[in-house]
């Protein structure tokens, strides 16, 4: 086994510490953020922090890197207070991925993509259409993190769109039914193809039972 130490991890090459550091705490959520400008003009990006933060109200949240540079996402949040949530699934991965690339303020990703827009219920940020689970999201608050200048967004489910067949009895949603997609570290893919789903776990008496 390898071991590096802090000061390894900093002395490594930036390439090699950015995909070490982004990659050793295992897989991360796969999902595409849609926003529009009050000018009209779409944005849609991938992001690998979304995570959950509560159920009831049911808040999820995700980080931003430092606004430092032009961060269209969330200037597109902060002017509108609404955003999409869409998860990459196994068809799309390839133009999701591309939604990384930094285009200018005016160019739509949609645009350059096979990433279609789709509006349901009036909600003015665009889904990704035939993404399996769409998640319309209302800004709550951020939260700078001053170790590193990034920016956590926390938001408000308001409204969840699941294909059917992906709902269980119990509500669970099957995310291998809808070859939804995780990343490992920054730009590689996985589809999950099999789901070990457990009871839920009380203490032992002994290890042996």
């Known amino acids: 086994m390898i071991s590096l130490d802090k000061k390894d991890i900093d002395n490594l090459a930036y390439v090699k510490k950015i995909n070490l550091v982004n ?16 000018a009209g003009i779409t944005n849609v990006a991938v992001f690998s922090s979304v995570t959950h933060f509560g159920s ?7 980080v931003l890197r430092p606004t430092t540079v032009i961060r269209d996402t ?25 939604t990384s690339a930094k285009y200018p303020k005016e160019v739509s990703e949609f645009d350059k993509t096979v990433l279609e827009e789709e509006y349901k219920d009036n909600w003015e940020a665009p889904f990704v259409k035939e993404a399996p689970i769409q998640i319309a999201m209302n800004y709550l ?9 990034t920016i956590l967004v926390l938001a408000e489910i308001v409204k969840l769109h ?28 996985a589809v999950p193809t099999n789901n070990l ?3 839920y776990q009380r203490p032992k008496e002994n290890k042996n039972k």
């Open 141 to 149: 608050e951020e939260y700078e993190i001053k170790a590193n200048g």
């Open 74 to 98: 969330y200037d597109n949040i902060k002017e509108t207070g609404v955003f999409t949530i869409n998860p990459i699934f196994k068809s799309k991965i390839k133009d999701a991925h591309h």
């Open 23 to 38: 990659s050793v705490t295992g897989y991360k959520s796969a999902n595409l953020i849609g926003t529009k400008s009050k």
């Open 162 to 189: 699941v294909r059917e067949d992906l709902l269980e009895e119990d509500y669970l949603i099957n995310l291998t039914k809808g070859e939804i997609a995780a990343i490992n570290g920054l730009d590689t893919y």
């Open 56 to 62: 009831s109200p049911a808040i999820l949240g995700f």
């Open 197 to 199: 789903r457990l009871n």
